[in-house]
């Protein structure tokens, strides 16, 4: 069984609004970041979720490509942060915006 880890409970399961729960980890504590953020499809999605069919929606529409980037930056920063140097990253996304990552890697490191 692997050793508890010293930098963070990684018993729980942290909630909400990523950036906010990134702010709350301490920096180089996370040996693997995967995220599936919105992919700015410029879609509406709608899901019936369960035996209740609960209706769950979300729009995934940002005004333009630099507006999305705007939305992924303070995230993409945060996740450097936290990473590990030795730590894994892994950006779910599609074709529209497979390059967000890389532009706000250049642009932070001016």
Same mark, same amino acid.
């Given at each position: 069984?692997?050793?508890?880890?010293?930098?963070?409970?990684?018993?729980?399961?942290?909630?909400?609004?990523?950036?906010?729960?990134?702010?709350?980890?301490?920096?180089?504590?996370?040996?693997?970041?995967?995220?599936?953020?919105?992919?700015?499809?410029?879609?509406?999605?709608?899901?019936?979720?369960?035996? +209740?069919?609960?209706?769950?929606?979300?729009? !995934?529409? *940002? #005004?333009?490509?630099?507006?999305?980037?705007?939305?992924?930056?303070? @995230?993409?920063?945060?996740?450097?942060?936290?990473?590990?140097? +030795?730590?894994?990253?892994?950006?779910?996304? !599609?074709? *529209? #915006?497979?390059?967000?990552?890389?532009?706000?890697?250049?642009?932070? @490191?001016?």
């Amino acid at each position: 069984m692997a050793k508890p880890s010293p930098l963070l409970d990684t018993r729980v399961i942290y909630c909400g609004d990523n950036l906010e729960q990134l702010k709350k980890l301490p920096a180089g504590s996370v040996d693997l970041i995967y995220i599936d953020p919105p992919f700015n499809s410029n879609r509406n999605y709608e899901v019936f979720w369960g035996e +209740t069919k609960e209706k769950r929606a979300f729009e !995934d529409r *940002h #005004e333009s490509t630099h507006a999305y980037i705007e939305f992924m930056r303070p @995230r993409c920063v945060e996740l450097a942060r936290v990473l590990k140097k +030795t730590g894994s990253f892994y950006y779910h996304c !599609d074709w *529209h #915006e497979r390059a967000c990552p890389q532009t706000v890697q250049r642009e932070e @490191r001016r």
